[in-house]
């Protein structure tokens, strides 16, 4: 007995001698599953290589229950020094009061930092005017995915995906008579969606620049775009075409078990709809109108906030480890690990000289189509609004509403506008 | 046969096929953990087991780490029905036993008890977590929890059944009042106790919305929020196959506890009803 | 009752000290502090704190979604308690009629008890996915209708208050064949000499003899269909389509976790409170006449 406290002692006192001088700082973050792996691994390697830092990863649930969870401990006293939040909580962070904008960072150190080196559709995502308020970290949009197994059953051309609604309506048809399925497309995440197509059409969400040049004050629809994009899905509804799949990931499942043959989803699901499908996955841009302006397909994802009230020497440890997650190699094992988009140009680079590209067609798919946008308008570069979530839940609720036929399109969209609009003005009430 | 046979066997088959109608949810359930992805997703669908099974149940125990769900389950369903079954017995003797001014609060006490729910004071309760720093800890997930007037009016109940002439002796044999409840009232109340425990523990093993905000961390999460971990993880969602085999395990802990003390509970309900 | 060991001053207090001290802290304290803060709005990370008065309580009134998220608890209560007790009631008195088997069948339906509502609400997910549930199947075959929880609002909330139903059979069988075992039968054979058929000997004689039994149960699946099933309706719908499963508590739990409206979420667990209130001194008028009664 006494020599097993003799030792535990010992170990304790090695275990402080060792720890001094050692700069600990606590992550939260909200990847499970496969990325959960390659994330700990690149956090592993990250604090080998830097024997005076160790950065501790929390997994702490969902992206709401981090947010949640951020927000108490954070009124406790108890946040952690960095934290993953979804694109949704970008403006609650804004307004926290409780975060230091990461373009101060170097400054703050004593060092400079070229942000021109990150993908400009994701660093324009994060900016706030020119300044980048949030590390990018992982980041995705949305693509096309189709069954091209399906295409060829029903006699489609296997690489020619529809790319106009038109397009998506005819293969619609022709897939269903011709036996191959009796619903076609689906989408995972309904509310982002919507943000995609008018996104992509060059159409404001809200007003103020998508909120983005200030508190947004009311949101655009319905006006006559999105009540297009309304009535366009219900119709597809009403022909069997589009079976709404429910929110977030659960329509994936009818797609990779081969019940319907094209979904929208996030490039974030490209890795296991890949290994879940047993047939050829083939992916594309999302389809359009082909009589409206062209924009782009927005980031979503998350990044990474940096807690204000910390040492010196802990957001030296923060900035070290974000730095090294801008490393092209790391980057790369990211991206290639997760299917989310490598953050920098430089990591963009090696992947196509390494010929990754020709081989995985599939994850050069969102680069084309984010690449291939406008960045120049404020509808093009993405949303941004204090009540988000809640207005998503009333987007994703009228959608429900019109496909059910309880309301017709323009009503759905004029009923969860009054309430998004309610929500935006209480919202304003609070920041200022 | 007669009138009386036909009428019984009538009865008989109609119960049984009630029966079935009712338990028909739980086979489907088994079938759909014993099949593949593909077979699950036939239409119509499969009504005869599969062999993967043990498949799918190791795949849902890796990717929800249900192993480490369960125990913790296990651990705060046990420290509960235990902390719960001390903490009504002794506030239940103190009410029973004792004349002092602290009775009148045994109404008022087993009132609010009833009307604070957690509805009703979640977001504050979760702010109180949060600066005691017990998020992700097991004292969030079973401090909280420990009143419960079920239990001290179970015991109120038993307790004033029991003789005085038991405490009498006791008194007159020099025994002080913790030796009498430790050497006389516990073993008198052991169904008592062993009905409360298979109430609270099947009650504590199936609670969801605490356990799913004041925990977030994996290691901490409980069995029935797996769940929900098995339908959203992996972003690949509803492979029921393996979400089902996973949720065979899941509910076979309080069902097992249910039926092998199914004596005692059938004892602790009929304590309720005519309380 | 007499004091059975006089002279211990203290010791009583210190026996009933945990249960109190828990009641405080865990349940009165933030009880009070939800109260408190309904009259406030507060941003998400408390940078501004407002006093609204009743502003909160005003919207919950004014606004469609909250008076259509009570109607639909409301609704859901009934089918669950109604649908649930005729169901539950029926199989007892089968069970209770005077064959053998009594317990056998008491075992054999109590288990759903043992089942969480999330567990239920998973397997019932199941039986009526729309692509893959033997449900699903069975309804086409029979009426032409493929049938899509994930679309329809109807449909979803009543398939959710089935789930809610059955996993509450066994909890309510148990108690009726209980309840139907203390019903002497005396009485019955009266009414039977008298000429009264079955149907009616049961409406007349046996079921008014059951109504403590069902006020005890009424209370118990009402707080089962407005609280518990909380896990039911998080993995089958989350509140959806279009909101026609968002009960009162899911709503509450989305506004005060989800869409950090902490406030707001604090008037609706006070107007919870107010309701629970209600039924619990309902619920104790009924105990206590029958307390009366029995004397």
């Given at each position: ?10 170990a304790?006192?090695?275990?402080v001698?060792l720890?001094?001088g050692?700069?600990?700082?606590e992550?939260w973050h ?10 700990e691994?690149i956090?592993a390697?990250?604090n080998?290589?830097?024997p005076d830092i160790?950065?501790r ?5 969902t992206y ?11 009124r406790t006293?108890t946040?952690?020094h ?16 409780a975060i ?8 703050m150190?004593g060092?400079t ?5 990150y993908?400009r559709p ?17 980041s995705?949009?949305?693509i096309?995915?189709?069954?091209k197994?399906h295409?060829r ?21 022709r ?13 995972g ?8 197509q ?16 200030g ?11 999105s ?16 079976l709404?799949g429910?929110?977030?990931?659960n ?15 996030s ?24 009589d ?30 974000f730095k090294?997650?801008?490393q092209?190699?790391?980057?790369i094992?990211?991206?290639k690990?997760t299917?989310?988009?490598?953050a ?26 984010i ?13 941004r609004?204090?009540p988000f979530?809640?207005?998503?839940d ?8 019109a ?25 304003r009430?609070?920041?200022? | 046969?007669?009138?009386k ?6 009865l008989?088959?109609t119960?049984?096929?009630i029966l079935?109608a ?6 489907f359930?088994f079938v759909?953990g ?7 997703y ?30 913790n ?13 001390v ?19 045994l109404?008022?006490l ?9 509805p009703?004071r979640i ?7 949060a ?5 992700n ?6 401090i909280?929890?420990?009143a ?5 009016l179970l015991f ?11 405490s ?5 044999d ?5 030796r ?6 516990i073993?008198?109340?052991?169904t ?13 093993w ?5 356990p ?10 409980v069995?029935q929020?797996g769940l929900k ?11 029921w ?7 065979i395990?899941i509910m076979?802990p ?5 039926i092998?003390?199914?004596r005692?509970f ?7 009803s005519?309380? | ?9 203290l ?5 009933i000290?945990p ?5 405080i802290v865990?349940?009165?304290v ?9 009259f406030y709005r ?6 501004t ?6 502003d ?5 009134f004014?606004?469609p979604e ?5 109607l ?20 007892a008195v089968l069970v209770t009629r ?14 759903t ?11 019932w997910?199941?039986l ?5 549930g033997l ?8 009426t ?5 929880m ?14 809610a139903?059955?996993?509450?059979l066994g ?7 209980a ?9 019955e054979e ?13 409406w ?11 006020a ?11 609280f518990q ?9 989350q509140g ?11 709503k509450?739990?989305?506004d ?5 409206r902490?406030?707001f979420a ?12 209600a ?5 104790l ?9 029995s004397?």
């Amino acid at each position: 007995m006494k020599r097993v406290v003799v030792v535990v002692v010992l170990a304790v006192l090695v275990g402080v001698g060792l720890a001094q001088g050692k700069t600990t700082v606590e992550f939260w973050h909200a990847m499970s599953g496969s990325r959960l792996k390659v994330l700990e691994k690149i956090v592993a390697d990250f604090n080998a290589a830097h024997p005076d830092i160790e950065v501790r990863p929390v997994f702490t649930g969902t992206y709401e229950e981090t947010l949640t969870k951020f927000i108490a401990a954070y009124r406790t006293g108890t946040a952690p020094h960095f934290v993953q939040v979804y694109e949704v909580g970008t403006q609650t962070m804004i307004d926290s009061n409780a975060i230091i904008p990461v373009y101060q960072i170097p400054g703050m150190l004593g060092e400079t930092w070229d942000w021109a080196q990150y993908v400009r559709p994701i660093l324009l995502y994060y900016s706030v005017g020119d300044n980048l308020w949030s590390f990018p970290f992982n980041s995705s949009t949305s693509i096309l995915y189709y069954n091209k197994d399906h295409f060829r059953q029903a006699g489609l051309d296997p690489n020619k995906p529809p790319t106009t609604w038109d397009e998506v309506y005819e293969y619609g048809k022709r897939l269903i008579e011709a036996g191959v399925v009796t619903n076609v497309l689906s989408f995972g995440w309904p509310d982002w969606q919507f943000e995609q197509q008018l996104a992509i059409h060059n159409y404001l969400y809200a007003d103020n620049g998508n909120g983005r040049a200030g508190l947004a004050t009311k949101v655009t629809w319905p006006d006559p775009f999105s009540v297009k994009v309304f009535t366009t899905w219900t119709r597809l509804a009403r022909e069997g075409i589009f079976l709404y799949g429910g929110p977030e990931y659960n329509a994936n499942s009818a797609f990779t078990s081969g019940k319907i043959s094209m979904l929208f989803q996030s490039t974030s699901s490209l890795d296991s709809i890949i290994k879940t499908a047993n047939f050829e996955v083939g992916t594309s841009f999302l389809p359009r109108f082909s009589d409206e302006p062209r924009g782009n397909s927005v980031v979503g994802g998350g990044s990474l906030w940096v807690r204000k009230g910390q040492s010196t020497a802990e957001l030296r440890a923060v900035w070290e480890f974000f730095k090294y997650l801008s490393q092209p190699d790391v980057d790369i094992y990211w991206h290639k690990g997760t299917g989310y988009f490598p953050a920098t140009n430089a990591a963009l680079k090696q992947l196509m000289d390494e010929g990754w590209f020709a081989q995985s067609p599939n994850h050069l798919t969102a680069f084309l189509q984010i690449l291939s946008g406008r960045q120049d308008t404020a509808a093009s570069i993405g949303v941004r609004l204090g009540p988000f979530v809640e207005i998503r839940d009333y987007i994703r609720s009228a959608l429900e509403k019109a496909l059910a036929g309880t309301l017709s399109p323009e009503a759905a969209l004029a009923e969860a506008a009054a309430k998004a609009n309610r929500a935006l003005q209480e919202y304003r009430s609070l920041v200022k | 046969m007669s009138r009386k046979t036909l009428y019984k066997v009538g009865l008989h088959a109609t119960l049984l096929l009630i029966l079935i109608a009712v338990a028909f949810p739980l086979y489907f359930t088994f079938v759909m953990g014993t099949l593949t992805h593909q077979e699950a997703y036939a239409f119509p669908p499969k009504l005869v087991p599969g062999n993967q099974f043990f498949a799918n149940v190791t795949e849902a125990w890796h990717r929800v780490n249900l192993g480490r769900l369960m125990a913790n389950s296990a651990l705060v369903a046990v420290a509960v029905a235990v902390g719960k079954i001390v903490l009504s017995v002794l506030a239940a003797f103190a009410f029973t036993h004792f004349h002092f001014r602290g009775r009148i609060l045994l109404f008022p006490l087993s009132m609010i008890t009833q009307m604070l729910p957690l509805p009703v004071r979640i977001v504050p309760a979760y702010g109180l977590m949060a600066s005691f720093g017990w998020l992700n800890t097991y004292y969030a997930l079973i401090i909280p929890y420990l009143a419960s007037t079920t239990g001290l009016l179970l015991f109120r109940q038993f307790f004033l059944t029991v003789p005085d002439e038991l405490s009498d002796a006791a008194r007159v044999d020099g025994a002080g009042p913790l030796r009498y409840l430790w050497n006389v009232l516990i073993p008198l109340s052991k169904t008592n106790i062993a009905a409360l425990f298979v109430i609270e523990f099947v009650y504590m093993w199936n609670e969801y919305l605490w356990p799913l905000i004041v925990t977030t961390a994996p290691q901490m999460r409980v069995a029935q929020i797996g769940l929900k971990m098995m339908i959203t993880s992996e972003r690949t969602a509803a492979e029921w196959n393996i979400i089902m085999a996973g949720t065979i395990l899941i509910m076979l802990p309080p069902l097992v506890v249910l039926i092998v003390m199914r004596r005692q509970f059938a004892q602790g309900i009929a304590m309720q009803s005519t309380k | 009752m007499e004091a059975r060991f006089p002279g211990h001053r203290l010791l009583p207090y210190i026996l009933i000290f945990p249960s109190i001290a828990v009641i405080i802290v865990f349940l009165v304290v933030p009880f009070v502090q939800a109260v408190q803060q309904s009259f406030y709005r507060t941003s998400p990370f408390g940078t501004t704190t407002l006093f609204v008065g009743l502003d909160n309580y005003a919207q919950l009134f004014s606004t469609p979604e909250y008076v259509r998220s009570l109607l639909t608890s409301v609704g859901f209560a009934a089918l669950v308690i109604v649908g649930g007790l005729a169901a539950s009631l029926g199989i007892a008195v089968l069970v209770t009629r005077r064959i053998r088997g009594v317990g056998f069948y008491q075992v054999a339906f109590i288990w759903t008890y043992a089942l969480s509502p999330a567990v239920a609400g998973i397997i019932w997910a199941l039986l009526f996915d729309p692509a893959v549930g033997l449900g699903t199947y069975v309804l086409y075959r029979i009426t032409g209708y493929r049938i899509n929880m994930l679309v329809e609002g109807v449909p979803a909330l009543l398939i959710a208050a089935a789930a809610a139903a059955w996993n509450m059979l066994g909890y309510n069988i148990c108690f009726y064949i209980a309840g139907l075992q203390n019903v002497p039968r005396e009485f019955e054979e009266a009414a039977r000499v008298d000429g009264a058929g079955p149907w009616r000997t049961f409406w007349r004689i046996t079921f008014p003899m059951l109504s403590p039994t069902t006020a005890f149960l009424l209370f118990v699946n009402m707080i089962y269909a407005f609280f518990q099933v909380f896990g039911l309706i998080d993995i089958m719908t989350q509140g959806g389509p279009g909101g026609a499963t968002e009960i009162l508590v899911y709503k509450l739990y989305r506004d005060g976790f989800i869409r950090l409206r902490v406030n707001f979420a604090s008037a609706q667990s006070v107007v919870l409170f107010l309701m629970v209130a209600a039924m619990a001194l309902f619920q104790l008028r009924v105990a206590t006449r029958r307390a009366v009664y029995s004397r």
